[in-house]
């Protein structure tokens, strides 16, 4: 058991695991991006999935548990291997140059530990919002469920809210942007070749997450909610 420990906390085995937990929260982000888009489907889908969901009772709670221990063990990674670093070199430069290359210095890359830092505090109030708040409960097919639907709407409506949102899936894209290359790196992925697609491929993945996150709020805020053409909302 010391030894795995050992290799986990190695300089080795840190990489390896910022990569790894990088990867399932990337995996996460899709996924919850497709449940999002339930928004759009049926009239009844977005509650329809939020409450298959609760349904799973202690498997949603496992689930959500080993997610927070998955982003709570990336964040600490993360931020104790941007602190080596300023440890490191503690002398900032005067003018900053890239060499460009299998570095991939950007600003995406330069500003990790920042936007890593706004997007866990804007899941604490996410959270607060929407997976912990208390909606209105609405009956569908004699079913009592919550109307997160209604719930979102309403949320989005508010220029606070609509566009304080989008800022932070602005910031997401740009964390996804070096993030994506550099977890896959961090897992072995090695080549000249190889890492220029990975930066390819997820510059594209931090462009769509983005859009699709940010997408749902400004369609809702200029749409009007429940006047917007492809929003149906759920009869009381």
């Keep these: 058991m010391s030894q795995i420990l050992t290799a986990l906390t190695s300089q080795v085995g840190r990489k390896y695991l ?3 937990t990088g990867v399932l929260l990337m995996l996460f982000v899709v996924v ?7 928004m759009f489907g049926d009239v009844h889908a977005m509650n329809e999935y939020s409450h298959f969901l609760h ?3 202690p498997l949603l709670w496992f689930a959500r548990i080993g997610l927070l221990v998955i ?3 990336h ?3 993360g931020i104790s291997i941007w602190l080596n670093k300023r440890k490191a070199r503690p002398q900032k430069y005067e003018v900053y140059s890239s060499k460009g290359g299998p570095s991939r210095q950007t600003l995406s890359s330069r500003s990790m530990a920042f936007t890593g830092v706004v997007l866990l505090i804007f899941i604490v109030f996410h959270l607060r919002t929407f997976a912990f708040g208390e909606p209105e ?12 639907k209604s719930l979102v709407i309403a949320t989005f409506q508010s220029p606070g809210y609509a566009f304080g949102y989008t800022f932070v899936m602005l910031l997401l894209g740009v964390h996804l942007g070096h993030g994506f290359w550099s977890a896959f790196v961090s897992l072995g992925f090695s080549g000249k070749k190889a890492t220029a697609t ?3 491929i997820g510059t594209i993945y931090a462009v769509v997450m983005a859009f699709g996150f940010l997408f749902i709020p400004l369609y809702i805020y200029f749409g009007g909610g429940c006047d917007a053409a492809l929003i ?3 009869e009381p």
């Design 71 to 73: 982003f709570v063990a």
């Design 18 to 20: 910022t990569g790894l």
């Design 232 to 234: 149906q909302c759920v």
């Design 75 to 77: 964040i600490y990674i």
């Design 55 to 57: 349904e799973l009772g």
């Design 32 to 38: 919850h991006l497709t449940g999002n888009l339930a």
């Design 137 to 148: 409960m609405v009956s569908i097919g004699g079913v009592m469920m919550k109307d997160i």
């Design 198 to 200: 990975l930066y390819t």
